[in-house]
Structure formats: C-alpha cells, structure tokens
C-alpha cells in the first residue's frame, strides 16, 4: 500500500483542487525518480525525443497538444512494462532568438556592431539561460514526464561535436559544397533560408508587359513581369527555339528600357511558346528559373539588391532605394519612355519569410548546401518499405512530394547564433579548410586563416537529434539500447522541415531510420477556426487554463474529439466539460472509499456475483481492450472517449448506484463483495485514465487499498480472467434500457421522484432469470416500490402505464403515478395557457404591419414560437385524452 496516502477517507478533501495537488504531486515524482530510464536489457525499450521547444518563448497551446500526446504514450508505455525513455530539450533556434535579441539590444540604442560578435553571443547564452529554463519548467507545469537528468540543448557540447563531425563528412565525400546559388534571402532576417523555410501567400498585384527595342528600333519584343525592378538586373530575352515568330532575332539584341543596357536574345527550352508573348526576361541573378537559363545560355548575372532590400550600386539613380520603392519609381519611368505596353491586375503566390513574412527577395549568393540526392533517395525508400509509418498514412504522401522534388539544402545563415560553419579561408593562395578542430593557418602556405562568419541553419542540427542525444559521436550505452527511438510527435507542419531531415541524417549516420512511428497531430486554433496568432490576439496562454482549471482539464480537452492529423478549435468548454469530469469522478472515488469499511478487502469473489456485478466486470474487460487497441493505432481520442463514457455513465450513474443498496445493507458477505468489486474496477479504470489525466489519477489511485507507491509504475490493465459474462452483460444492457424509458416516461407525465409505485415487468421465460435476479435494482432506478416478474399480463389494470422494451414490457397502475384528477385540472390550466400564447403569435404574424417592420430573425423567432405551442398543445390534448379514458 502506499505510505503516501494510507486508506483513511477522512483525510480525502470534500471536493478537488487541482491547485493544490499537482505542483505537489509533480515534485515528488521527479524527486522520487519516476521518470528516470537506464538502458535494462531486461525490457524492451520505447524511446520518444521531444520536439526542442525554441528558446525564445513560453508554452503556447501548439506545444501543450504536442508534450500532451506525447506523455499519454510515454505513461502507457512505462505502465506496460517498458524501459521508456523521453528525452527533453530545447532548439536555439538562430533566426527567431537572434531576432528577439536583436530587438532586445535596439531598446538599449544597440546595434550587433555596438557589441561585437562576442558581446552579442554573451547576451544570447544569457538569453538561453532565462528563456529556455523557462519553458523547460513550464513543461512540468503540464505534467509531462520526461528524464530531465537527460535534458539537452541543440548547442550544448555534445549536440555541438555532433553537427560538426557530420559537417565535416559529408563536405569530404563531396556531399556539402559551397558556391554561387539563388537562395531565398530574407531582407529582414538578413540571411538565407531554405525552400523549407517559405510559406507562400497569395498577394494582389500587377502584370507590368514592357517593350524592349532593338538598338536601331527595327523590331521590339514584349515581355510581362510581375517584379519591374528587377529589370535594371535583366542579361538576356529567352523564346523558345521552336518559336518560329522569333527565329530571325535570336542571337540579336534589344535595349533595357530605361536603363539602356544591351542584352542578347536567347533561346531556351524553359519558354513556353504558348504562355503570354512566348518571350520571357531574364534576370539569372534573382529567379530561380533565369539562373538556370543563365548558367544554360552563357548569361552573366548582376545581383541589384543589398542585404537589407535596397538597390545596390549598380542600379544607377535608383541605388538607395527599397525593392518597393523602386517598382514604384521605375515603372513611372518606364511610362515617360513609352516601354510599358499595359498593366493587367495579377494575383500569384509570394514567397515569405516563414518567421518574419517578409517577401522573399530570390538572389544569387555564396553560399553552403548540402547535396540532397543521396541523403535523400534512401530517406524515400524508407518510407516507401514502411520501416517508418506516417500516422495518419496521408502524411506519407505528404512527405513523398517534397521528397520526390527535393533541391539541394541552402545550410548557411548569416547570423551569429547558431553553430558556426567550421571551415577557414586563406586569402593568400585561396585554400578552404574544412575541420573539426580549430585551424589557426592555412597548411598549403602557412598564412593565418580566416574562419567563416556563417552559422548552420538549424534545422541541421534539430536533424541529428535523435542521435546526437544519446550521445553519438561516442558510442554510448544508451545509443545502443534506445536507437532507433520509437515514437515522434508532432505537427504536420514540420514534415519537410525535421521529420525529412532526421530520417536523412539517421539513415547516413546511423544506417538506420530515427523513429519506427511518426505520429502527426493538427493545429490548435480558436473557435472560429483561426490560427492563433499575435496579430489576431486570439492566443490562450496554456499556464492560464492550467491555473484555472487544472492540467489534466486541459489535457483532456486537448485530446477529447480531436482525430490525428487535423485540426482542432479550442474552446473553453471543453476545458469546462473535462474539469467536471474530473469531479464527477473524484466524487465517486470518494464515495467508495467512504464506504470501504474497516476491513480488509480481498479478491474478487467469482462464486457470488450478481447479473451487475458481471455486467461492470465485463464492461471492464471489454473497455480494457478496446483502449489498449486505441492507444495502440495512435486514436487517443477515441481511447479518451471510452473512458470517459464508461468512468461517467457505466461506473458512476448505474454500477454505483447498483451497489449502493448492498454497501447500506446489513449483509456483511454482500458488502465485502461488492467493495471488493468497485475497488477493482475504480483502479483499474484510474490507470486507464492516467496517460490522459495523470494527477488526479494518482491522487485517487494511491489512496485505494493495495495501491503501490504510484500509478505510474503500476502495470496497465489486463482484462480479468474469467469476466466476459457475454450473456449477463447482454441482459444487463436490456434491464438498462428499460429502466431508461420508464424514468422517460415518469419525467414525461411529471412524476415526482420520490414517487413509488408497484411495477410489473412482464418478460419472456428466456430472459425471466436475469430479470428476476435484476429486479431489486428497479426499485433503486426506477422508482418501482415493489418489481414483480411476470410471463404474461394476468392480473394487470387495463389503464396501467406500459413502458416497451426488448428485455420486456413494464405495466405501473396509473393511480399509483398520479392523482388523475389533480393532474387533469393540471394539464387543463396548462392548456389554457397554451392556447393564450397560440393566440397572441397568430395574431402578431396576421399583422401586416409587424411583417412589413419586423427583422426577419423576429419574425422567425414568433414562428417558432406558435410551432412549438402548437406541437406542446396536441400533447396536452393527447394526454388529457388519455386520462379521461
């Protein structure tokens, strides 16, 4: 039994506080040590590595699904007899924390420059420190169980010598290389950002078709941009070389509108003849497309913009201006020179920053990128051979169109958090060093080197983490027990973003897939189905719903009605409902536990069970395994649901109830029987709930008799052997229904009810044991004084009430229910008052006057009014029919 809470029913709290159990209950699991995991070659392992929350925030409701989802699998694991392990952590996230620190410093009037690289990076570890700490213990306000001796940090030593070691390999097998590319460069963010990293949106804007001349005005040639001022970057005309409108010119040339700069008109397959003019405008240094046809025609590139999204030098007059402002200025110029043919209204998709939303601006840039092929091809064939499972499969396919078309991976940032590229440059004969460790000069000319400014995009490093947590590059223990991990969790954003990533890099350093299971969850958004966002000022602070609610309210809300992969609306009612579950079923815990009596309790007495007690016992069973197979296939919701349903309607409302007449009875031998049953079926269904509701299941759980120190420890449920009452339960289910609709039928004729009356049930010889054996608890339910069981009607008064049912028919004598004529003169003022209110609607909707003024809802609202009198009236008249007969 555990000594933290010995059976006493008097020390159990009339009602439950969550505030006040489980900041509690949490510390003394992570001082007890639950959570801990060490390689056991006794037990198969399950292995979950979080996905890194950033540094740079707080838990926000996207993270409570996330951690939500995956505790429910790491506790049903842990009480199933495996060695788990969930690995925590945080990401440093370059983009989005150098920005908060940037933001953070320009408060202060300073800049990066004010404070050097080794000021800024003192300020960023601070941040880290602060922040990432934060969001770490917020996570235990959710209760998630994780082994936090094992927390990690994508810049920590460990992770760092990691990202370094495979840096340096695939740049020696020629699989990283650097050169000029056209990246996605973020003008706010400064720095490069990979295909991965671009959301795109749809933007109104213009079709701007533009003439360019020949230098002698013999011919011209149109073309349509929807970026004007990348003109002044223009090196050639493209047409297609089938193009017979255009074979005399290819090979001449026109003049840049404008600008006056002679470019080449050249031909290329890209052009397609039937789109527009069939002529299109290349600019090799700011479209992915042109750079192609550039590299392909022989086309020199001029990169025209600044980091910043100014025009540089080479724009001539329009140098200084933003990318805006020069569409502006030269599409005005473009109208004075009598170039700009037309402007059509154009709506295309824009690439933005996925962390700023700024436009991208595409540029030609120096840059280091991972040859993605070969990383990529056996990545696909893994999910192609299904040694990694999308849950919900759907998501496979997903995962199969990026991979399918995958490029090559921009890795360098122009940051400074984050880790740094380890290569070296020797600007005296041009040597690039690739090492893992520091090299101080150059080992060709032995010139002092210069080290690479650039950082790795993070989502290098968040690849390895399944990895380079357990330790790899050394060859740890743990590396060898838990990988592969098990399970991931987490959103379906994120699939190209790490979840490719991972199995890519798993697969060329582990020759092995990361994860055997990726378990996809939606988005929470509000309850107009908005994305939580802080321009919409729709967020909820989770920590807030906790304080108010409690974390198992919100961890069920999360997980209730919510199927994998899609989205969900958070609504507080949710939160509302989960909270009153909570003490419905600390009430009823508590009720049993009153009622345990002194003694001690012992097993279940199989010789002396009652059709009810076989019927929850069965139910047990049946709930056991349809839980265990939900939890299994990743439907948590539909496992919550069960237990919800059977914890609330089957073991609250009727098993207790049930058992109330025996606990309050002077049978000694029943009451033991039945506590012995309600103390089986309360533990197991609170370790049922556990992985969803973890605290108040722990503080219920170790309260019962021969509960050990913790639930969590505890083994899952295993169906009891020798309880599938098939037919029993089968009858119960029929007894139920019945009590059912006579309780309808009591409540339609408005019986009291503390109101008793003699009740028949007249059933068939089959089902006449069960009912017979059933009987006492109608007088519990179903306000019968007396249930007699009869084969036939004999006997019964011809004006008894009948209630149908396919168990059997229950017959209760009218004047039994009812004063008839007190109910009559009842229903008779009712009827008046009816009949007033039909009155007074029909005549306000004859009224043209009111149809004419009225708003349609209030007109609706009358109509709806007199249908519902009328429908109440023929009820009234068919009861007062009845009664008078």
Not at 618 to 640: G, H, K, M, Q
């Amino acid at each position: 039994m555990c000594e933290q809470h010995k059976h006493d029913p008097a020390e159990m709290p009339k009602t439950y506080d969550p505030s006040a159990v489980e900041d509690r209950l949490y510390r003394h699991w992570e001082e007890a040590g639950y959570f801990k995991s060490s390689p056991n070659p006794d037990k198969k392992p399950y292995t979950v590595v979080i996905p890194p929350p950033n540094v740079t925030g707080q838990l926000h409701m996207g993270h409570a699904l996330d951690e939500t989802m995956q505790d429910i699998l790491v506790r049903y694991k842990r009480m199933s007899g495996y060695e788990t392990l969930w690995v925590p952590g945080t990401d440093h996230a370059s983009i989005a924390t150098e920005v908060k620190i940037v933001e953070q410093m320009a408060k202060e009037g300073l800049t990066k420059k004010d404070v050097g690289y080794d000021g800024f990076m003192k300020r960023a570890w601070a941040w880290k420190d602060e922040y990432g700490g934060r969001i770490v213990n917020q996570l235990r306000k959710l209760g998630s169980s994780c082994d936090w001796d094992r927390e990690r940090f994508t810049m920590d030593e460990g992770c760092s010598r990691a990202v370094t070691k495979v840096f340096v390999d695939l740049y020696k097998k020629g699989l990283i290389y650097r050169g000029d590319r056209i990246v996605n460069w973020c003008p706010c963010c400064k720095t490069a950002i990979s295909n991965a990293e671009v959301e795109f949106e749809e933007q109104p804007s213009n079709l701007w078709h533009v003439r360019y001349d020949a230098p002698d005005k013999s011919y011209s040639i149109t073309v349509a941009t929807t970026r004007p001022e990348t003109i002044l970057g223009d090196t050639g005309i493209a047409v297609n070389p089938k193009d017979e409108r255009y074979a005399d010119i290819v090979g001449k040339t026109v003049v840049i509108p404008v600008v006056g700069r002679e470019i080449p008109i050249v031909a290329d397959e890209y052009v397609e003849m039937d789109f527009g003019t069939g002529a299109v405008k290349i600019t090799p240094s700011h479209d992915p497309n042109d750079f192609e046809v550039g590299i392909r025609c022989g086309l020199p590139r001029m990169c025209m913009f600044t980091e910043d999204g100014h025009i540089n030098e080479l724009g001539g007059k329009y140098e200084g201006l933003t990318t805006k402002e020069c569409r502006k200025v030269f599409v005005e110029d473009l109208k004075e020179a009598g170039a700009l043919v037309k402007i059509e209204p154009y709506s295309h998709n824009v690439g933005t920053c996925y962390r700023c939303h700024t436009t991208i601006e595409p540029m030609v840039s120096k840059q280091w990128f991972v040859s993605i092929k070969t990383l990529a091809e056996p990545a696909i064939k893994a999910v192609e051979e299904g040694r990694v499972k999308f849950v919900p499969e759907r998501y496979a396919q997903t995962y199969f169109n990026w991979m399918y078309n995958i490029k090559d991976w921009c890795i360098s940032r122009q940051l400074w958090w984050g880790h740094r590229i380890p290569a070296w440059y020797c600007d005296e004969c041009g040597e690039t060093v690739v090492s893992e460790e520091n090299v101080e000069f150059c080992p060709k000319c032995g010139a002092k080197l210069r080290p690479e400014q650039d950082v790795l995009d993070t989502w290098f490093s968040s690849g390895m983490w399944p990895f380079s947590t357990l330790g790899w590059p050394d060859k740890t223990p743990e590396l060898k027990y838990y990988y592969p991990t098990s399970t991931l969790s987490t959103g379906y954003d994120l699939v190209f973003f790490w979840i490719a990533r991972m199995i890519m890099f798993g697969l060329y350093v582990m020759d092995d897939v990361p994860f055997d299971h990726v378990f996809i969850h939606g988005m929470v958004r509000d309850e107009l189905g908005r994305k939580m966002s802080k321009s919409l000022g729709n967020g909820i602070d989770p920590l807030e719903i906790i304080r108010d609610y409690g974390a198992d309210s919100l961890r069920f809300s999360l997980t209730a009605g919510t199927a994998a992969g899609t989205d969900m609306r958070f609504q507080i009612k949710k939160v509302e409902a989960a909270r009153n579950f909570c003490n419905k079923v600390y009430n009823a815990s508590r009720f049993v536990m009153m009622n345990l009596g002194d003694g001690e309790i012992g097993d279940i007495d199989m010789a002396n069970l009652d059709i009810a007690d076989k019927w929850i016992l069965s139910r047990l069973n049946a709930v056991i395994r349809e839980v265990t197979a939900n939890i299994d296939s990743f439907d948590l919701n539909l496992a919550v649901e069960k237990i919800y349903s059977f914890i609330w309607t089957e073991l609250c409302d009727w098993y207790i109830e049930m058992a109330k007449p025996r606990l309050y009875g002077e049978n000694e031998d029943a009451k033991r029987g039945v506590r012995a049953i309600l103390v089986r079926v309360l533990s197991d269904s609170m370790k049922l709930l556990h992985p969803f509701m973890p605290f108040i299941t722990e503080d219920i759980y170790t309260r019962l008799p021969g509960a050990e120190e913790t639930i969590m420890l505890s083994s899952w449920p295993k169906p009891i052997e020798g309880c599938d009452f098939t037919e029993e339960a089968a009858a119960m289910d029929g007894i139920m229904e019945l009590v059912r609709a006579i309780r309808n039928v009591r409540a339609e004729m408005n019986v009291p009810p503390a109101k008793r009356a003699h009740m028949y049930i007249v059933t068939s010889e089959a089902n006449a044991p069960a009912v017979r054996e059933a009987a006492p608890y109608f007088n519990k339910l179903a306000g019968a004084s007396e249930a007699e069981v009869k084969l036939n009607k004999d006997g019964i008064a011809p004006d008894a009430v009948s209630v149908v049912s396919a168990v059997g028919d229950a017959f209760i004598p009218l004047n039994e229910l009812i004063d008839v004529e007190k109910e009559l003169a009842r229903l008779d003022k009712e009827r008046t008052r009816v009949e007033g209110e039909i009155k007074r609607a029909e005549g306000k909707l004859s009224n043209q006057g009111f149809i004419a003024k009225a708003p349609a809802k209030v007109i609706e609202e009358e109509r709806a009014k007199l249908s519902a009198a009328k429908e109440l009236m023929t009820k009234l008249e068919t009861r007062i029919a009845e009664l008078n007969k």
